[in-house]
């Protein structure tokens, strides 16, 4: 298996992370300080950074402000919404969510659904998608 690793750019130069290989530790706390000291989340409503991408599996970690929004959106896989800080409100047609630390939803794919923060959040979005996605 060939590993894949994401290059350091000027929005973000910690250097390159490992995003792909036969076993990858992931240090959440170590992402989320990053994320939260980065020009996208100090001058923005939202920040982001995927974890770990393979064709069947993308792990992204999501940092929102109090207020900030998710508009409307479908995921081409299964998801999971996993909060590690805040309080957020997850919502489709039918139901809506209220999630806080510890809690998490998962939500099957192609069902339009929204985010909204309650209060500055971050959680972890997890999408399975086998055989690939078919944006």
């Known amino acids: 298996m060939e590993e894949k690793r994401n290059e350091s ?11 792909d290989a036969k076993l990858v530790r ?6 989320n300080e990053q994320i939260h000291r980065e020009t996208a989340w100090l001058e923005g409503d939202r920040t982001a950074i995927t974890v770990f991408k393979t064709d069947d599996l993308r792990i992204v970690l999501i940092a929102l402000h ?6 409307p959106h479908t995921a081409p896989g ?8 805040g309080k957020i409100n997850f919502a ?10 510890g809690q998490m939803i998962t939500l099957h794919k192609r069902i339009p659904h929204h985010v ?5 959040s971050s959680f972890l979005l997890t999408m399975a998608t086998p055989g690939g996605t078919d944006n």
Request: net charge negative; no cysteine.
């Open 9 to 19: 750019t000027s929005l973000r130069p910690e250097g390159e992370r490992l995003l």
């Open 78 to 85: 299964v998801i999971s919404v996993q909060v590690l800080k």
């Open 92 to 101: 489709t047609d039918q139901h809506h969510e209220d999630l806080e630390p």
């Open 116 to 120: 909204k923060a309650y209060e500055d």
């Open 66 to 71: 109090a207020g900030a929004e998710m508009k």
């Open 26 to 31: 992931i240090d959440l706390s170590d992402l």
